[in-house]
């Protein structure tokens, strides 16, 4: 069985950094595409950025230029290190990974979030 747990959530002045990992445990084989989507109060779930087992990287027009994604694949980890920080940036942020466990072939895992609040 596989987990994600992400962890470097927390409060921030606008204008800050944060960087927030997600690690995938369990029976992982594989990994294929691994994301970071965000929930802000009041609206709907967004594709924030995504990158692929190779390493291409796309990201929304709203976190261009601040924010990077990555990832370590011998740790089974992605990272999204984010600068710039708005108020705006403030949701849950939640990982997702399509990926390979067990004798299971591949599917969409989704961790459980971390808050991310930026303010003064």
């Known amino acids: 069985q596989v987990q994600l747990v992400e962890s470097g959530g927390g409060l921030v002045q606008p204008g800050g950094s944060l960087r927030l990992s997600c690690a995938a445990s369990?029976?992982?084989?594989?990994?294929?595409?691994m994301g970071w989507y965000r929930q802000a109060p009041g609206k709907e779930r967004e594709l924030v950025a995504t990158?692929?087992?190779?390493?291409?990287?796309n990201y929304a027009d709203s976190v261009k230029g601040r924010f990077t994604i990555s990832r370590d694949n011998a740790r089974n980890t992605v990272y999204l290190q984010m600068n710039s920080l708005k108020a705006e940036d403030t949701a849950v942020y939640y990982c997702?990974?399509?990926?390979?466990?067990?004798?299971?072939?591949?599917?969409?895992?989704w961790g459980k979030g971390t808050l991310v609040t930026v303010s003064s």
């Open positions: 997702n990974a399509y990926i390979h466990a067990g004798s299971v072939t591949y599917m969409n895992y």
């Open positions: 369990g029976s992982v084989y594989a990994i294929n595409n």
């Open positions: 990158i692929t087992s190779g390493g291409s990287t």
